[in-house]
């Protein structure tokens, strides 16, 4: 990957207020979906409920991150594929001696690396700051380091769709509307429940947004309900299947770009 | 990333924490209870706890009722049962021990993010259920979390602060920029 490059797209990606307003939301909405410590237990079942807790934080934190995360992912997105497109200065970036596969690869690392640090680095400083103490730091540090690679293809997946949204429209504010309204169906659909949909709502945790959260949840042992369709798979099932997500639309999308189709260099 | 970007970052993150922190989250009454004690038994309960500041602490104050179900209608929850109990700080610090009689109320301060302990010993002849009853006040900023609070004023104050130079070393040195031959 072209170090140069990855440098001046991140520096245009991310200029102000993109990276303050991503911050601040992302913040904003991580405090305020954790709730203040105060638990009694047994001394039996401290650690347990400890460990609870935490995991239910990180889920929590992440499930209400995803819609910024989205809206974000289309808006950067779009300002790094289709503006370029727009402005056609995808011509210029053609034709300097770097390759297409590491042209689009320096373009995506320049949203989905700080996005998902962003994220995963929001998520880990609210849950220290609600659980932080002396013995119990190691939990959070383990939980933490899980949370990390989910984050990180939760955050592809969307890149990914807003990838494919900007180079199917190739005009920047068709494509920030479009996936801005993608990432709210989507997030509106993912709320629904068994009395409204039927059934189907059970199945919703297989879908790219929800099986993040479950896999983290798994993996992190918390406990779902016993028919509930989150023991439907192990972790390591959950985690497969956001690993293809996560390349679902990314793949495709890296073929249209690498392949010449529209701009030529 | 150049300073003045460096303060703003900071100053928003302590500005929404500071909205988050100035307020108190924990207010009303919660009511636990696990085991049955039987004579001469210990229940040992632990308080996981952010600073949250003072409450009032009740040893075998049953939970509330429906106004349909008298008082006493459980045989476990008894009251006027003598018991000794102890409670101790996150540094495993004695702050309250003696003996008393249920139901049994008194002012607590949670001063620091931790693990908060209450043993009580069942002195009396029967088995009964000895709840753990934690009140607050509705919505008292005493309740805030004073850790968060300091933090998010040092993070908005460092944040101002490095804004403000950030802003002052900009503007000096377009200053000199143009006096410049």
Sequence with gaps: MNLTLLKAELQKVWSRPIFELTLGLVFLISLNSTSTLFEIATQSDLQSKFSTLVAESFVNIMSFQMLPLVLFCGLIVSLSFARDYEQGQMQTLLSLPVSRASLFAVKFAAVVIPLALVSWGVTVFVVLLNFSTAANNLVVIQSAAWALPITFLAVMFYAGLAVVISLALKRTIPSVLTTLITGFFVSFVTTLRVEVIGDIANYLVFTPYKAPTVALGRVLGMRYPEAGYENALPAWGFLVLIVFYALLLLVPAYLYFTRKFEVKE | ?181
């Excluded at chain 2, 919660?30 to 009740?58: F, H, K, R, W």
């Design chain 2, 1 to 181: 990333m150049n300073i003045t970007r460096v303060g703003l970052v900071l100053l928003v993150v302590g500005l929404i924490l500071l909205m988050n922190a100035s307020s108190s989250h924990v207010s009303g009454h919660l009511t636990v209870s696990y085991d049955y004690l039987d004579e001469g038994e210990t229940q040992s309960y632990v308080i996981l706890t952010a600073p949250v500041g003072p409450a009032n602490m009740c040893i075998g104050l049953p939970p509330s009722r429906p106004s349909s179900m008298p008082a006493g209608f459980s045989q476990y929850d008894l009251t006027d049962v003598p018991v000794h109990m102890k409670f101790t700080d996150t540094n495993n610090k004695s702050i309250a021990e003696q003996d008393v009689i249920t139901p049994y109320c008194f002012d607590v301060d949670f001063n620091a993010r931790g693990v908060y302990r209450v043993y009580i010993t069942n002195k009396g002849n029967e088995t009964t259920s000895m709840p753990l009853g934690i009140i607050f006040d509705f919505h008292n900023p005493a309740n805030r979390e004073a850790d968060k609070y300091l933090l998010s004023i040092a993070l908005t104050a460092l944040g101002a602060a490095i804004t403000g130079a950030g802003f002052v070393i900009n503007f000096v040195s377009k200053h000199r920029k143009q006096h410049k031959p």
